[in-house]
Each structure stands twice: as C-alpha cells, then as structure tokens.
C-alpha cells in the first residue's frame, strides 16, 4: 500500500513563502498523477495543483496560479510544492494525494499551513 507523508507546514506571514515536500514510501507511486489539496476551516477539501506522473503536465486551480509550483522527483519519490505570495485564505491544513480529485485512493497525513495578516 502506497503511504504519502506530507511535512514543510508552518506559520507565515502574508506576502510570504512556504515549501511542502510529499514523501513516498515505494517506487510504485511513479504511476500516480500527484495532487494537492487544501481543507480549510468549515470548507470542503479542494484541489490546488496536480502534476502528471512523468512530471510533463501541471493543473492549477485558480488561486495558485502565477504564485504557486508543483515538481516531482520520482528518483527520489518525492513531490515539492511551492507557494509564493501567500495570502491568509491560503490557511488550511494541505495534504498530498495520488491523484487529481478528492477520490484518490492514498492520503497523508496533512499538514498545516497558517498565513497570517
């Protein structure tokens, strides 16, 4: 069974950055688009950014575009996300995910990520 363990969260202040790695715990994961998402407070779980399994294709939602990246390094099972310009509705706990839609079959743990005003 394919584990993800997310890590990089913290608190950060508006307008800064922040990087969160994703780690995989086989080389199977290599399969799998990658996605990310983020769980705000009261709000459903949302899709911000996937990167295809060879790393050549990325989807943006809205809000990340132009601020946000995605990269993976399937050498090293890991996926990096990037996030420039952070706004306080960036706030939420963010999790990675094998695949682009909030029915992926593996999870982490999440982790949080607070921006402060």
């Known amino acids: 069974q394919l584990r993800l363990v997310e890590s990089g969260g913290g608190l950060v202040q508006s307008g800064g950055s922040l990087r969160l790695s994703c780690a995989a715990s086989?080389?199977?994961?290599?399969?799998?688009?990658i996605g990310w998402f983020r769980q705000a407070p009261g709000k459903e779980r949302e899709v911000v950014i996937c990167?295809?399994?060879?790393?050549?294709?990325?989807n943006y939602s809205v809000s990340a575009k132009g601020r946000f990246s995605i990269s993976r390094d399937n050498a090293k099972n890991t996926v990096v996300l990037q996030m420039n310009s952070l706004k306080p509705e960036d706030t939420g706990v963010y999790y990675c995910?094998?695949?682009?839609?909030?029915?992926?079959?593996?999870w982490g743990q999440g982790t949080q990520v607070t921006v402060s005003s």
């Open positions: 995910a094998s695949g682009c839609e909030t029915t992926a079959s593996y």
């Open positions: 086989e080389f199977t994961w290599a399969y799998y688009a």
């Open positions: 990167i295809s399994n060879s790393g050549g294709s990325t």
